[in-house]
T-cell receptor, first 116, second 115 residues
Framework: KNQVEQSPQSLIILEGKNCTLQ??????????LRWYKQDTGRGPVSLTIMTFSENTKSNGRYTATLDADTKQSSLHITASQLSDSASYICVVSASEASGGSYIPTFGRGTSLIVHP | GAGVSQSPSNKVTEKGKDVELRCDPI?????LYWYRQSLGQGLEFLIYFQGNSAPDKSGLPSDRFSAERTGGSVSTLTIQRTQQEDSAVYLC?????????????FGPGTRLTVT
């Protein structure tokens, strides 16, 4: 069964600090992994997408890593800002060409709160 | 351009009533998804439309749930005889056809509360 597990479930940090969110998955055959940011009362918005051959991808202060061998990904946020307070969702898609489902598998998200 | 829009943004209904939730996808996007997001849970897939193909209804939790997509654009999710466990945020997403890397663009969701 395809699964995506995220940790921690919630995290509180002070403004300006860095943090790292974790994602472990068992989706097979793997196609790509996305990190989404979901602000309260809004739909998720894609931050990064990574395919099998990519190890690191950055989007401003957000840096995602992928280890396809261990099936782990992380999202590192540098110099956090109050606006980073949100839920961060890891989403893994299977390879349709290899017989996988076209419905992505969503993690439950990590709720990040940044305090001034 | 305009993103995915959903209406209403909030809906409070009495147990046993029917509700309709609307989704307007991004123009030109042929794929449309409905998800349910309950507190503390990941997004739960409900139904998927792709162009003129038959929809994938495999995620609908019961026969009280149905959805249609008219003219390949606007979609309506209908919940009949609502139950308290139907309370959740219902999210709609659309994407361009083709490729596993297709990005889903989400609407703001409809928060449904069944009393």
């Amino acid at each position: 069964k395809n699964q995506v597990e995220q940790s921690p479930q919630s995290l509180i940090i002070l403004e300006g600090k860095n943090c790292t969110l974790q994602c472990n998955y068992t989706v097979s055959p793997f196609s790509n992994l996305r990190w989404y940011k979901q602000d309260t009362g809004r739909g998720p918005v894609s931050l990064t997408i990574m395919t099998f051959s990519e190890n690191t991808k950055s989007n401003g202060r957000y840096t995602a890593t992928l280890d396809a061998d261990t099936k782990q990904s992380s999202l590192h946020i540098t110099a956090s800002q109050l606006s980073d307070s949100a839920s961060y969702i890891c989403v893994v898609s299977a390879s349709e060409a290899s017989g996988g489902s076209y419905i992505p598998t969503f993690g439950r998200g990590t709720s990040l709160i940044v305090h001034p | 351009g305009a993103g995915v829009s959903q209406s209403p943004s909030n809906k409070v209904t009495e147990k046993g009533k029917d509700v309709e939730l609307r989704c307007d996808p991004i123009s030109g996007h042929t794929a449309l998804y409905w998800y349910r997001q309950s507190l503390g849970q990941g997004l739960e897939f409900l139904i998927y439309f792709q162009g003129n193909s038959a929809p994938d209804k495999s995620g609908l939790p019961s026969d009280r749930f149905s959805a249609e997509r008219t003219g390949g654009s606007v979609s309506t999710l209908t919940i009949q005889r609502t139950q308290q466990e139907d309370s959740a945020v219902y999210l709609c997403a659309s994407s361009r056809r083709g490729g596993e890397a297709r990005e889903q663009y989400f609407g703001p969701g409809t928060r449904l509360t069944v009393t």
